[in-house]
C-alpha cells in the first residue's frame, strides 16, 4: 500500500507563504557585506567576471561561484540581494510542496510548517548575507532532488543532487536523506517490516549512492578540498570535535526557540576534557538519538523530523572539524522537518480550540516577520552587524577587532572609537596579531587619536 497523494496545491496557500516571505525580507536590499562576504566573494579573485570564473575552474563549488561571477557581472549589491530573495522564495514552495507530499493528512501543518521557514529570523544569515547563498542555492537543488525522487523521476533527482554537491560539498547528505524518507513513507504500511522496510529505501537510493561516493572522490580529487581537510583536521581531534558539534548543535536548536537571541558570531565551549558539561552533552545525545531511532519505527513525525535534522548537519558537524562551531544558516535546510512539526502541534491545538489557534498563529507570524525585519537591518552596516554580535558575546576578541575595523573605515569613520575597540580586543585575546596590527596602523595613520599625553 502506498501512501497517498497529497491534494492539489491551493495556489492561496502558495501565495500567502510568498507574499509573506517578500514582505518580511523587502529591507534585506540595504544589507552590505559582511564578515565571510569579503573571503568567498569581495577578495575572491575568481568570481570577478565570469571570464576569471572559468579560469579558475576546476575548483570548489562551481556553481556557487559562477552564481557569484554573474552577480559581479550584472547586478552588483543589489543583484546579490535579489537572486538572494528569489532563491528563499523558490525554497519556500518547495518546502511546501514536500511537507504536503510527506503529510497528505494534515496540510494545514504543511502550511505552517512553510510559512515558520519562510518568516524565522534564523534564515537571515543564508538570505540576507550574501555569502549565505551557499546554503539557499544548494537547498534549492536538494529539496528540487527530493520531491523529483518522491515522484519516481531517477535522472532529474539525480541531476538536482549534482548541482547541490556543486553548490556546496554538504549535500552529500542527500542519499541518507532520500533512505530516510523512503523508509518513512514505507512504514505507513503497517504490515511491512522495519528491516524490509529498510531495504527497500536502499534499493530505491543506489543511484544516489553511487553519485555520492563518485561525487566524494571528484572532491578528494581537489587540491583545494585536501588543503582544507588539511586545516581542519588540525583544528582538534575526531572525538574532540564530535563532542564539541554535540554542544553546538543544541545550542542552534535552541535558536529556533529563541528568534529574538539570534547571534552571528557566538563563543560556544570546545571540547578539552572531560568534565560534567560534556557528560551531559554526551548523555542528552544518547537520549535524543534513542528516542529517535524507536520513534522512527512507530513513524512518529518528531523522531523523523530529528533524523532529517542530523542527516542533513552530519557532513559540516560530524568528524571532520571546523574553525567555528555553528553557524546560524546551517538551520535552513536542516530544521524544515522541524518546522512541520511545530506545524502538527498548531494543528491539534486548532481541533481543540479554533480560536484559540488562530490568534497564536497570527500573533507568531507577526512576531517571526517582524523579528526578520529587525534581524536584516543587523546587516545595513559592519558597525550595526559587529555591535550586535557583541551585545549578546561581549567577551569575543575577534568582534571587537572587527567593530574597530568598521568603526575606522565606516563612513567618516571614528578612530576614538576604533582604538578602544583594539584595545579592547588585545586584552581578551593578547596571543592574536591581528588587533594589535590594525591599532599601530591606525596610530600611524591618525596619531593624535593614540597620544594618550603621556
Not at 253 to 275: I, K, M, T
Not at 341 to 361: D, E, S, T, V
Not at 388 to 410: F, I, M, Q, T
Request: proline share 6%.
Amino acid at each position: 500500500m502506498t501512501p497517498r497523494a497529497p491534494e492539489a496545491l491551493p495556489w492561496r496557500a502558495l501565495f500567502a507563504v510568498l507574499a509573506l516571505a517578500a514582505l518580511a525580507y523587502a529591507n534585506s536590499f540595504a544589507g552590505v557585506p559582511q564578515y565571510d562576504d569579503y573571503n568567498v566573494i569581495i577578495d575572491d579573485p575568481a568570481v570577478r567576471s565570469l571570464a576569471a570564473w572559468r579560469a579558475a575552474m576546476p575548483g570548489i563549488r562551481p556553481l556557487l561561484k559562477l552564481s557569484y561571477a554573474f552577480n559581479n557581472s550584472w547586478g552588483g549589491l543589489a543583484g546579490f540581494h535579489s537572486l538572494n530573495l528569489l532563491l528563499h522564495l523558490f525554497n519556500a514552495a518547495l518546502v511546501l510542496l514536500l511537507l504536503r507530499r510527506l503529510l497528505p493528512d494534515v496540510p494545514a501543518a504543511a502550511l505552517a510548517g512553510a510559512l515558520l521557514f519562510a518568516l524565522h529570523p534564523v534564515n537571515t544569515e543564508a538570505v540576507t548575507m550574501l555569502s549565505g547563498r551557499s546554503v539557499s542555492l544548494m537547498s534549492l537543488f536538494f529539496l528540487a532532488g527530493v520531491l523529483a525522487h518522491l515522484g519516481g523521476r531517477t535522472l532529474p533527482s539525480l541531476v538536482g543532487f549534482a548541482a547541490a554537491v556543486a553548490t556546496r560539498e554538504t549535500a552529500l547528505a542527500l542519499p541518507a536523506v532520500l533512505t530516510l524518507v523512503g523508509f518513512w513513507q514505507l512504514r505507513a504500511t503497517p504490515a511491512l517490516p522495519a528491516g524490509q522496510a529498510l531495504g527497500s529505501a536502499l534499493r530505491a537510493t543506489r543511484w544516489h549512492w553511487l553519485l555520492a561516493l563518485l561525487a566524494l572522490g571528484s572532491v578528494l580529487a581537489l587540491p583545494r578540498y585536501r588543503e582544507l581537510l588539511a586545516f581542519s583536521f588540525a583544528i582538534r581531534t575526531p572525538l574532540e570535535n564530535l563532542l564539541s558539534q554535540g554542544g553546538g548543535v543544541l545550542y542552534l536548536l535552541g535558536q529556533l526557540l529563541r528568534p529574538w537571541a539570534l547571534n552571528a558570531d557566538p563563543v560556544l565551549p570546545v571540547f578539552a576534557g572531560w568534565s560534567p558539561r560534556w557528560v551531559l552533552v554526551a548523555l542528552a545525545w544518547a537520549l535524543l538519538l534513542g528516542a529517535a531511532l524507536a520513534g522512527l519505527r512507530q513513524r512518529r513525525w518528531s523522531a523523523f523530523a530529528l533524523c532529517w535534522f542530523l542527516m542533513v548537519l552530519a557532513p559540516g558537524h560530524s568528524i571532520v572539524p571546523r574553525l567555528d562551531v555553528v553557524n546560524e544558516r546551517q538551520l535552513y535546510l536542516a530544521a524544515v522537518p522541524l518546522y512541520a512539526l511545530a506545524g502538527i502541534g498548531w494543528c491539534r491545538l486548532n481541533a481543540r480550540a479554533p480560536r484559540a489557534a488562530l490568534l497564536l498563529g497570527c500573533v507568531v507570524l507577526a512576531a517571526l516577520g517582524g523579528l526578520t525585519w529587525q534581524r536584516n537591518t543587523v546587516y545595513h552596516s559592519e558597525t550595526a552587524f559587529w555591535s550586535d554580535v557583541l551585545a549578546k558575546s561581549p567577551v569575543r576578541a575577534r568582534a571587537w577587532n572587527n567593530l574597530g575595523y568598521a568603526l575606522e573605515h565606516e563612513g567618516e569613520g571614528d578612530p576614538r572609537a576604533a582604538r578602544l575597540a583594539y584595545e579592547r580586543a588585545i586584552t581578551l585575546d593578547p596571543a592574536d596579531y591581528t588587533p594589535r596590527f590594525n591599532r599601530l596602523a591606525l596610530c600611524r595613520r591618525v596619531p593624535e587619536v593614540c597620544d594618550t599625553g603621556r
